[in-house]
């Protein structure tokens, strides 16, 4: 792989060409794994690279293990340790982003609970222009799962076979990104991604029981928007009309950052340009993630 040598597994570093898990494994058969994608960001005046909100990601990786009642892994600072020995291995002095997973290894069965693996991967991240410029989204006709079915609050691995098939349905119908309603006809999120609408000077986003991922990249524009634009975020349902109705859309993620949406199947969002509070936003957030804003140091873990 590009850009990088090394992978963490199961309490090493080695190669990546030797990270390897058995076929047999639950993992592989089954889709048994919970994973964290968490950003990296390198600020090159200070030739540091850092973790964007590293407790908080481990926060939501412990609970989507219980939740999927994995067996005990290792520990949380055994962890956070491999997340920064790990982009140190690689050398990696550009944006990155992090992938932490943890999978039921072995040759158990559906019922397995263990043994608990652990694999991180550090990969070099380009920036993408759709933060400058926008995207597309189409109201898919895949309903996002409910929580009874599965735990969409939590990153499963198999959760993601639904926003999968609706991003490939997007992308072959010639759309950027796919929008989930769920099961009630409300606005629950991007194919992994959440979104945030802009409506008579408020911010709206679907509320945690529409079947959302409990997204931390969420809260910290829920945060963000209210100390630096004095904005309060109503958490509530959302309309699929609301979406057309808005003076802008967006979504945010930790891969995704906060992105605009220009249109809605076709029909244009406000001005048909990202806005002015998305922009602001993303502004706010690309200089704190690189410490050029030093406020809320402790969302950030320096590597080097």
């Known amino acids: ?59 939501r990786y412990a609970f989507s293990q219980k939740a999927m009642r994995f067996d005990q892994g290792p520990p949380r600072g055994e962890l956070a340790e491999a997340l920064v020995h790990l982009c140190r291995a690689n050398a990696l002095r550009t944006d990155v982003h992090i992938r932490m997973m943890a999978f039921i290894d072995g040759s158990g069965e559906l019922e397995a609970t263990g043994p608990v693996g652990t694999a991180i991967t550090a990969l070099p991240r380009r920036r993408r222009n759709q933060t400058t410029e926008g995207v597309s989204a189409q109201i898919s006709s895949w309903v996002r799962m409910p929580d009874n079915v599965m735990p969409a609050r939590i990153k499963c691995n198999a959760n993601y076979h639904n926003s999968r098939l609706a991003t490939i349905q997007s992308q072959r119908d010639g759309y950027d990104v796919p929008f989930l309603l769920n099961s009630r006809g409300k606005l629950a999120e991007a194919a992994a991604m959440c979104v945030f609408i802009a409506r008579h000077g408020q911010l709206i986003t679907p509320s945690g029981s529409n079947d959302i991922l409990e997204s931390i990249t969420r809260q910290t524009v829920i945060e963000l928007a209210r100390e630096y634009l004095g904005l309060e975020t109503v958490e509530r349902d959302v309309d699929r009309t609301e979406l057309i109705l808005a003076e802008e859309v967006f979504y945010c993620g930790t891969a995704a950052e906060i992105t605009p949406v220009t249109s809605v199947d076709r029909m244009v969002v406000g001005s048909g340009q990202p806005g002015a509070i998305t922009q602001r936003l993303i502004e706010i957030y690309r200089k704190l993630v690189t410490g050029k804003d030093s406020a809320h140091a402790s969302w950030r873990t320096a590597v080097y």
Not at 32 to 55: K, P, S
């Open 1 to 59: 792989m590009s850009g990088t040598r090394y992978v963490y597994l199961n309490g090493q570093i080695v190669p990546w060409n030797d990270a390897k898990v058995h076929v047999f494994a639950p993992v592989a058969k089954y889709g048994t794994g919970v994973f964290e994608g968490i950003g990296g960001y390198w600020n090159e005046e200070a030739q540091q690279l850092y973790l964007f909100r590293i407790a908080e990601h481990l926060d």
